[in-house]
């Protein structure tokens, strides 16, 4: 069983619509996470929840929403797409973060055209 | 955001050992490292992580400076399954008691057949 699994794997769309990348994770974990990784390869955090409360935004746009329905689950919307939103976007779950693993999902590779 | 810093790329041959060395001089008390890779098209995975003493696991070994100032991941015997992005991370509090992993350039791992 995939521990933490997202979709859609691939995404391409047109500048100025509205998508949503699904990330579930099986594993009980109490905390998830959205990675964005850009062309460059940098990864860097976007949001975290916390039993759903999200805990963390990193000044992403407005435009990125993020949902967590229950514990398992952490959505991600976007709204008026830009080029610039190309990016592989990863999910993430972890309990606590501290002194524990992370586990990422493989990752949705949006490209806006 | 607790910063790390790790040589751009290293090269290795196919069953020897490698030494990923990563200096964080201005690390906490509190701060762990964690230590991700990541392979081509795929999420990142945990490696190892520590705080003061060195750590063993099926994957690799952490040995920690005694000031805490670097730290060396070792992979026993390379692989060519083991060639990827290789992350030095301090995991360290974002507000509350939360805590979130910050990932730096990493070093890009080449192994030799």
């Known amino acids: 069983d995939t521990a933490v699994s997202q979709t859609p794997k691939y995404l391409v769309t047109q500048m100025g619509n509205d998508k949503s990348i699904k990330c579930e994770q099986n594993l009980g974990h109490d905390t998830m996470y959205w990675y964005k990784q850009d062309s460059k390869k940098f990864l860097k955090i976007m949001f975290s929840y916390n039993n759903k409360e999200l805990i963390i935004n990193e000044t992403v746009p407005n435009r990125f929403s993020p949902k967590s329905p229950d514990k398992a689950h952490l959505n991600l919307h976007i709204n008026s797409l830009e080029l610039g939103d190309s990016a592989v976007y990863f999910c993430?779950?972890?309990?606590?973060?501290?002194?524990?693993?992370?586990?990422f999902g493989q990752g949705t590779r949006l490209t806006v055209v | 955001d607790a910063k790390t810093t790790q040589p751009n790329s290293m090269e290795s041959n196919e069953e020897e050992p490698v030494h990923l060395p990563c200096n964080h001089s201005t690390i906490s008390g509190t701060d762990y490292i964690h230590w991700y890779r990541q392979l081509p098209s795929q999420g990142p995975e945990y490696v190892i992580h520590?705080?003061?003493s060195n750590v063993n696991n099926r994957m690799a070994s952490l040995a920690i400076a005694e000031d805490r100032k670097s730290s060396t991941l070792i992979l026993h015997r390379a692989t060519l399954r083991d060639a990827a992005v290789y992350y030095c991370i301090l995991s360290r509090r974002s507000g509350g008691s939360n805590y979130k992993l910050t990932f730096g350039k990493g070093t890009l791992l080449t192994v030799n057949p």
């Open positions: 520590g705080l003061t």
């Open positions: 993430a779950s972890s309990q606590g973060l501290r002194d524990t693993e992370a586990f």
